[in-house]
Every structure is written in structure tokens, then in C-alpha cells.
């Protein structure tokens, strides 16, 4: 009976065979094995479909890597295949230039997939599932890294780091954030329920803390459209001329 080779290419030797060639394909098989468990390699995606191919008790395949970078320029949405049979997980990184999608998925059948977007250049924990002989499942486990223009909703973003600035859906700066070394003060922003106002506090370590707003050349600070100055020197008149 002759050999037989696992999805992923490992040499699967018969009783009595081979003779005097076990020590060669069993190192073969090891290298595989250890490419399985923690192998890195890259891989060109410049053409669609690219086919990750297994390699028969060989070493060197790229779907027989435990980390798999893609690479190359892309001129259009592109689709990355393994065969039906491969059961595994995998750790990939979306190297590739081009504003295009790339689809990780298996070679025929129906079954679910795992895409970057076009603007996706992170890297995804995903899993082969083999649980059909003609539709399986490749499945993103969700632990994504995010490098691209995302969209999140209904997330909950605990003590997020943001950086210099928020902006508005079409990309025009909206605050402008300056960040103070070892700053203690701050500005705690509450809601607040029916009938009751919202209100910024300035708040932090110090006792007695103001609050600054600071018009730009001869801008003025307003509330309620009304110049403050001007609202601040009517209340001093008030008081003095009842």
C-alpha cells in the first residue's frame, strides 16, 4: 500500500515501505509539521484567483504556514483559494497595495469566506473548518487589527488613546485635540436625565480649577448667540442701577 498525505502535505508512510528513506522523509515531515505550528512566509497576490496549493510531502507551501503574508500590487478585487480538504487556522496580513478587496476562501463551494476590505490592510485570525466535503467554512474569529478607514457600531470603547484630532463623516476636522505632559486636570462631560441639565466640570487633582474658552483674533465667546462680554456687562449695569 503506498503513501498517503494529509491536507496539509505530512507524508503519511505505510508498514514496509520506503525502506532505508524513513530518516529523509520523516525530517521532510517535521519541517512541515514545525511550518504548520508557527511557520511565516509571504505570498504574491497580483493575480485572481491565486491558488495556494498543498505540496505532497514537500515543505514550502504557503497554505501549510502557520502566518501568511500577502503581498504584491492588485489591480482588482482579488480571491486567495485552498483546497477543499484543509482543516487549519491561520494568522494573515493584508500586505497587499491596491484599494481592492481580497477574499480568503475555499477553492469551489458555497461556504462561507473571509474578506479585507478595499482599504483593509490589517490582519485576521481565521480558521478552515473542512466541514463539508463540496461547501465549507473559513471563518474570521473577529480578533482583527485595525489600520484602515473603519467603521464601528455599537461598540464600546473603554479609555480609548485618540490622537490629535476627532473628525465628521466627511473627514473635515471636527475637535482638535493638544495633549499636555503629565496633565492632572481635565474636562468630565454628564449626561443627564429628564428635566435636569448636561453639563461640562472642570475636574482633576488640583483644588480650585477654571475653565478656558478662547476665541480666535476678535471672535467673541457666545451662549445662546448673544456675546457673553456684552451679556456680562448688562448684568453689571443691572446690578448697579437695579
Same mark, same amino acid.
Given at each position: 500500500?503506498?503513501?498517503?498525505?494529509t491536507?496539509? %502535505? @505530512?507524508?503519511?508512510?505505510?508498514?514496509?515501505?520506503?525502506?532505508?528513506?524513513?530518516?529523509?522523509?520523516?525530517?521532510?515531515?517535521?519541517?512541515?509539521?514545525?511550518?504548520?505550528?508557527?511557520?511565516?512566509?509571504?505570498?504574491?497576490?497580483?493575480?485572481?484567483? /491565486?491558488?495556494?496549493?498543498?505540496?505532497?510531502?514537500?515543505?514550502?507551501? /504557503?497554505?501549510?504556514?502557520?502566518?501568511?503574508?500577502? /503581498?504584491?500590487s492588485?489591480?482588482?478585487?482579488?480571491?486567495?483559494?485552498?483546497?477543499?480538504?484543509?482543516?487549519?487556522?491561520?494568522?494573515?496580513? +493584508?500586505?497587499?497595495?491596491?484599494?481592492?478587496? @481580497?477574499?480568503?476562501?475555499? @477553492?469551489?463551494?458555497? %461556504?462561507?469566506?473571509?474578506?479585507?476590505?478595499?482599504?483593509?490592510?490589517g490582519?485576521?485570525?481565521?480558521?478552515?473548518?473542512?466541514? !463539508? *466535503?463540496?461547501?465549507? !467554512?473559513?471563518?474570521?474569529? %473577529?480578533m482583527?487589527?485595525?489600520?484602515?478607514?473603519?467603521?464601528?457600531?455599537?461598540?464600546?470603547?473603554?479609555?480609548?488613546?485618540?490622537?490629535?484630532?476627532?473628525? !465628521?463623516?466627511? =473627514?473635515?476636522?471636527?475637535?482638535?485635540l /493638544?495633549?499636555?505632559?503629565?496633565a *492632572?486636570n481635565?474636562?468630565?462631560?454628564?449626561?443627564?436625565?429628564? !428635566?435636569?441639565?448636561?453639563?461640562?466640570?472642570?475636574?482633576?487633582?488640583?483644588? +480650585?480649577?477654571?475653565?478656558?474658552?478662547?476665541?480666535? =483674533?476678535?471672535?467673541?465667546v457666545?451662549?445662546?448667540?448673544?456675546d457673553?462680554?456684552?451679556?456680562?456687562?448688562?448684568?453689571?449695569?443691572?446690578? @448697579?442701577? %437695579?
Open positions: 500500500m503506498s503513501s498517503t498525505y491536507g496539509l %502535505g @505530512v507524508q503519511l508512510m505505510t508498514t514496509g515501505e520506503k525502506a532505508g528513506t524513513w530518516g529523509t522523509l520523516t525530517n521532510t515531515n517535521w519541517n512541515i509539521i514545525e511550518q504548520i505550528a508557527g511557520g511565516y512566509t509571504t505570498q504574491a497576490i497580483t493575480s485572481t484567483p /491565486t491558488t495556494l496549493a498543498v505540496s505532497d510531502g514537500s515543505a514550502g507551501a /504557503t497554505l501549510a504556514h502557520r502566518v501568511i503574508e500577502l /503581498t504584491g492588485i489591480g482588482e478585487a482579488t480571491i486567495v483559494t485552498i483546497p477543499l480538504d484543509v482543516q487549519t487556522f491561520y494568522i494573515i496580513k +493584508n500586505a497587499s497595495s491596491g484599494a481592492y478587496t @481580497v477574499q480568503f476562501k475555499y @477553492v469551489t463551494g458555497s %461556504g462561507s469566506s473571509v474578506t479585507w476590505a478595499a482599504a483593509d490592510k490582519t485576521k485570525l481565521i480558521y478552515a473548518t473542512a466541514n !463539508d *466535503v463540496t461547501n465549507p !467554512d473559513i471563518v474570521d474569529v %473577529g482583527t487589527t485595525l489600520t484602515g478607514t473603519e467603521t464601528l457600531t455599537n461598540k464600546t470603547l473603554t479609555s480609548p488613546a485618540i490622537g490629535t484630532s476627532i473628525l !465628521d463623516t466627511g =473627514g473635515n476636522e471636527l475637535f482638535l /493638544t495633549a499636555t505632559g503629565s *492632572v481635565q474636562l468630565t462631560y454628564a449626561n443627564a436625565a429628564a !428635566d435636569t441639565n448636561p453639563s461640562f466640570t472642570a475636574t482633576g487633582d488640583s483644588t +480650585n480649577i477654571g475653565i478656558n474658552f478662547v476665541p480666535k =483674533g476678535s471672535g467673541a457666545q451662549a445662546a448667540g448673544s457673553l462680554a456684552t451679556v456680562g456687562k448688562a448684568i453689571a449695569m443691572a446690578m @448697579v442701577f %437695579g
